[in-house]
Nanobody, 123 residues
Framework: QVRLVASGGGLVQPGGSLRLSCTAA????????MGWVRRAPDKEREFVAA????????YYGDLVKGRFTISRDNAENTVYLELNNLKPEDTGIYYC????????????????WGQGTQVTVAS
């Protein structure tokens, strides 16, 4: 059984930082990527970032490029997301996702989803 357990969300002021973590268990050996997708209130799910498990190639959504950094620890089966210079529009539920069957930039191509962690950016 696949499990993606995310943590690290919370309330932060604009301009602040957070670090999200996601530890995976039970993923197929041939997983290709892990990453993050977010859903803001009253909006569709949006690709945030992904990292290829073998090569470490990174991918970012346009709205977070230059502010967020994704990394991984293969030995710990964990992916991290550093969120810097946070803005109110970054508020939402951040889902850890894994193994994509198409383009990494399309949220609904991911086969496995975690339970999500809430990020709120407000004064």
């Amino acid at each position: 059984q696949v499990r993606l357990v995310a943590s690290g969300g919370g309330l932060v002021q604009p301009g602040g930082s957070l670090r999200l973590s996601c530890t995976a268990a039970g993923l197929p050996f041939n997983r290709n990527v892990m990453g993050w997708v977010r859903r803001a209130p009253d909006k569709e799910r949006e690709f945030v970032a992904a990292i290829s498990w073998a090569e470490g190639t990174t991918y970012y959504g346009d709205l977070v490029k230059g502010r967020f950094t994704i990394s991984r620890d293969n030995a710990e089966n964990t992916v991290y997301l550093e969120l810097n210079n946070l803005k109110p529009e970054d508020t939402g539920i951040y889902y850890c996702v894994a193994h994509n069957s198409g383009s990494v930039y399309y949220p609904f191509n991911y086969n496995y989803w975690g339970q999500g962690t809430q990020v709120t950016v407000a004064s």
